[in-house]
């Protein structure tokens, strides 16, 4: 009797410890969620994601390592994923808003097939959480390779106060399968 309750006691430790062993692993190769590159130039700033290092975005557990343009880790669309990774960030921390004009974002997407039908979209909410702005347009590339895409966003920064945040995200429509990577995003 007493060797049963030992075996259990054991047999509990080491699938206790192996649990941890793969969380820990596990955590250790997810891209670190800490820098970004903050690029001042005379006109403007720009904000550039190869999700090695992914600050200022929300939706991160769409990062993976399965297939990617540069580096390592991509962001992936597909039939669960509606949303990619999110840009986020208030208006407040981004210099000379006012004086915005137009919004540049560029990116890589790979798709074994055509993209139908998912948008590129820029939103502001304001403080409460309600839609100051929003706007999109259908994104699209090669098939089997990686492409670019870029869009331009007029904005009027001026009509705006800094209380809100803005959001850039691409909106998986009809829950296609490519992915994201080198993602740039220029205010002028």
């Known amino acids: 009797m007493n060797k049963s309750i030992g ?42 994601f190869d999700f090695e290092h992914a600050s200022d975005l929300k939706n991160i557990q769409t990062v993976t390592d399965f297939k990617a343009k540069s580096g390592t880790y991509s962001a992936m669309l597909n039939d669960s994923i509606e949303y990619s990774v999110t840009f986020s960030k208030n208006l407040s921390d981004i210099p000379d808003f006012k ?26 909410d304001g403080p409460d959480g309600k839609s100051i702005h929003w706007s999109g347009d259908n994104i699209y590339g090669k098939e089997n390779e990686w492409s670019t895409f870029t869009k331009v966003f007029p904005l009027d920064g001026s009509y705006l106060d800094n209380s809100g945040i803005l959001k850039i995200f691409i909106w998986n429509k009809e ?14």
Not at 33 to 44: A, F
Not at 99 to 124: G, H, R, W, Y
Not at 175 to 188: G, P, R, S
């Open 7 to 48: 075996l259990k006691v054991f047999i509990t430790l080491v699938i206790i410890s192996l649990a941890v062993f793969l969380t820990v692993r596990y955590r250790m190769t997810k891209p670190e969620i800490s820098e970004q590159v903050e690029t001042k130039m005379k006109d403007s700033i720009a904000f550039t």
């Open 99 to 124: 004086l915005v004009k137009e919004v540049k974002v560029e990116c890589s997407l790979f798709s074994d097939k055509k993209i139908q039908n998912a948008s590129i979209v820029l939103a502001i």
């Open 175 to 188: 829950k296609e399968v490519f992915y994201l990577d080198d993602l740039n995003i220029v205010f002028k």
